[in-house]
């Protein structure tokens, strides 16, 4: 698992104090009862908040433990069920529960993910709600969160990747939760509220209309029409630096491939290590700080890119070939074709609003 970063604490205190003071009251976050928070995740699968909200609590009067709903007659199952759609969850749901009166509850992701009916999410919400695992959660909400914030584009584990680098260790249930309620009351698909949100002031995408639209629903999107996915085996992880001096001007070298750019040397806690080793090679430039821009699957080359955000120490003059040139000779240039997702944030991003001409 990913470790967080020492630069993303402000804006994970940011969160925090925010979902302390406006979350919903709903009640499978009064408990930490496996069980029932097992409940609560398979009914939300497809379902909206509110209307889950009285099934649940008639679910629980009726079955209110593993052992109740491993004994419980299955017609008696599907008419307490019937209302919420897609009946096989229940069934399913059942059938997990005599699987865990028997062997007992696991604890881990890979072990919750094996019992019937119970997949990625619904095994890391476990993990963390019941447990207190330090796991990332990704549904639609944090998806399109960290799609506007940090332009976070790709399929499905593009999007695990990146928020496993941001885990709050110290709480991860409020975190986690924190995330959703942002996704699902705040930055909402058709009208996002960002006004309200505690992350404005890092928002890559905020009052860019249509970057707000294109990323309403960046899971599907990735699914339908965006990048290719990324494989199960093989392929490449590749770091790129957009490193900024104190004046704002990146630094740039000669060539097609003109950005700090080199191999990823590991999972994502390595990463600012791995800048730093970079930037120091790239003009023996030191760095100050590192935040997550962008990160995408190019189907060509079968390489995932992971674009950052690098502030530099401003006492070191570039060696040549590298210089630092400002944000209207950047865009300028000629991109490389599997950089074209990382220029498209690079003009839509919010501090300089940049435009084809500069």
């Known amino acids: 698992m990913a470790r967080r970063r020492q ?4 804006r994970q205190a940011a969160l925090l104090t925010w979902y302390r003071r406006h979350h919903r009251d709903l009640p499978w976050r009064r408990t930490t009862d496996p069980y029932a ?31 109740s709903l491993a004994q419980a007659d299955l017609d008696m199952v599907h008419r307490l069920w019937q209302g919420l759609g897609y009946p096989s969850r229940a069934q399913r749901l059942r059938e997990a529960c005599c699987l865990i009166a028997v062997q007992g509850w696991p604890q881990d992701v890979a072990a919750l993910q094996a019992l019937p009916g119970i997949g990625p999410y619904t095994a890391a919400a476990v993990a963390c709600f019941a447990f207190k695992a330090a796991v990332p959660l990704v549904d639609t909400n944090v998806a399109r969160v960290y799609a506007r914030c ?34 699902a009351t705040v930055c909402t698909a058709r009208r996002p509220a960002c006004e309200r949100c505690p992350w ?18 960046p899971l599907r999107s990735a699914s339908s029409s965006g990048p290719a996915p990324l494989r199960q085996r093989g392929g490449s992880h590749h770091l790129i630096a957009l490193a900024r001096d104190g004046q704002g001007d990146y630094l740039v070298g000669r060539g097609s491939l003109f950005l700090p750019h080199g191999q990823r040397s590991g999972p994502t806690a390595a990463d600012r290590q791995s800048l730093a080793a970079l930037l120091s090679a790239s003009g023996g ?25 690098c502030r530099l120490y401003a006492d070191v003059p570039p060696a040549a070939p590298w210089r630092f040139v400002d ?8 991109w490389p074709p599997a950089w074209t997702v990382l220029r498209q944030r690079c003009l839509s991003y919010r501090p300089h609003r940049l435009t084809q001409g500069g």
């Open 37 to 67: 928070i097992l409940v609560s995740e398979v009914m939300l699968q497809q379902t909206q908040v509110d209307r889950v909200i009285p099934y649940f609590q008639r679910w629980l009067a009726a079955f209110p433990d593993v052992a």
């Open 285 to 309: 430039q030191r760095l100050l700080s590192a935040r997550p821009f962008c990160a995408w699957y190019d189907a060509e080359t079968d390489c995932t890119w992971h674009a950052y955000r």
């Open 7 to 10: 630069d993303s604490e402000p």
């Open 200 to 217: 404005a002031v890092y928002c890559v995408s905020a009052g860019d209309v249509r970057r707000v639209a294109e990323t309403a629903t």
């Open 150 to 183: 940090d332009g976070c584009v790709g399929p499905a584990p593009v999007f695990w990747q990146h928020a496993g680098a941001y885990v709050a260790a110290e709480d991860p249930v409020a975190w986690n939760n924190a995330l959703m309620e942002l996704g």
């Open 327 to 334: 944000v209207a000779a950047l865009v300028k240039r000629r």
